[in-house]
């Protein structure tokens, strides 16, 4: 017999997840800010034009 343990099964989700890191935040906070920002000239233009 040998005497090495056995591992564990892991479930696929997990496995799923170290193989595929999950994008860093900065990327939507950039995005969010951006599209305020781009909202803000909109704005400013319109009271600019009137």
């Given amino acids: 017999?040998?005497?090495r343990k056995r591992?564990?099964?892991r479930s696929p989700g997990v496995?799923?997840?170290v193989r595929?890191?999950?994008p860093?935040?900065?990327r939507?906070?950039?995005?969010?800010?951006k599209y305020e920002r781009a909202r803000?000239?909109?704005?400013l233009r319109r009271?600019?034009?009137s």
């Fill in 15 to 17: 496995m799923k997840m």
């Fill in 28 to 33: 939507v906070t950039d995005g969010l800010t």
């Fill in 40 to 43: 803000e000239k909109a704005r």
């Fill in 47 to 49: 009271e600019e034009d």
């Fill in 7 to 9: 591992r564990n099964k």
């Fill in 20 to 22: 595929k890191p999950m």
């Fill in 24 to 26: 860093p935040p900065t």
């Fill in 1 to 3: 017999m040998s005497t």
